[in-house]
């Protein structure tokens, strides 16, 4: 299973552009990179998914690097309600008979300070 | 649609019972899962399904059972509660059977305490 290193917490203050980082150094050639959103006590939420270069939605970006050894997340501009943890996940992993599993980390916390 | 419903919100067990943790999805999705969160973890897999009548281990799968019987439904069972398995259950489910582009969509949750 690719393995995914994020910063454990980040802070910032409202209005400001945050980037997350994760590092995943052996990503395979078949991985896409996708990002989740939890809120406390609720389950996780897609954010975006790419697989190289840039993707952007109406939340978020993510930046891949050539290499695809890392990837970052970009919030722009964010608010109070962006205060979250966020999951960087890589693959899915393939196991027989055609079925997968995702993998989450433990996520970066992200308090958005007023 | 109601998307990924999860019952019961919390439960309290005491050490050797058992009980069933229900999940329901009403997207038709063939996908389905069951994460289990301590604090300060990530979330990590149980048991998935990518259809009924299929299901396979997840990470942590000792101590739980689950069946597909039918799309809509994924029970996880607890057959003797350990305080171990005290956390929160998340349910998920996606569209296909392996997409890599699929977006998971996840239930409410089920805070379990097991004294």
């Known amino acids: 299973l690719a393995k995914t290193t994020q910063p454990i917490s980040m802070d910032s203050y409202e209005g400001q552009e945050v980037n997350i980082t994760c590092s995943h150094n052996n990503i395979a050639t078949n991985d896409y990179i996708t990002w989740y959103q939890q809120f406390p006590s609720q389950g996780p939420r897609f954010i975006i998914q790419g697989y190289k270069t840039k993707v952007t939605n109406e939340v978020a970006s993510l930046f891949i690097p050539a290499d695809r050894k890392s990837s970052t997340l970009s919030l722009p501009r964010v608010s109070l309600s962006d205060t979250a943890v966020y999951y960087c996940l890589v693959g899915p992993t393939y196991s027989g008979a055609g079925s997968y599993q995702l993998t989450f980390g433990k996520g970066t916390k992200l308090s958005v300070i007023p | ?115």
């Open chain 2, 1 to 115: 649609n109601a998307g990924v419903t999860q019952t019961p919100k919390f439960q309290v067990l005491k050490t050797g019972q058992s009980m069933t943790l229900q999940c329901a999805q009403d997207m038709n999705h063939e996908y389905m899962s069951w994460y289990r969160q301590d604090p300060g973890m990530g979330l990590r897999l149980i048991h998935y399904s990518v259809g009924a009548g299929i299901t396979d281990q997840g990470e942590v799968p000792n101590g739980y059972n689950v069946s597909r019987s039918t799309t809509e439904d994924f029970p996880l069972r607890l057959l003797s509660a350990a305080p171990s398995q005290t956390s929160v259950y998340f349910c998920a489910s996606s569209q296909g059977q392996g997409g890599v582009l699929e977006t998971q969509y996840f239930g409410p949750g089920t805070r379990l305490l097991v004294l």
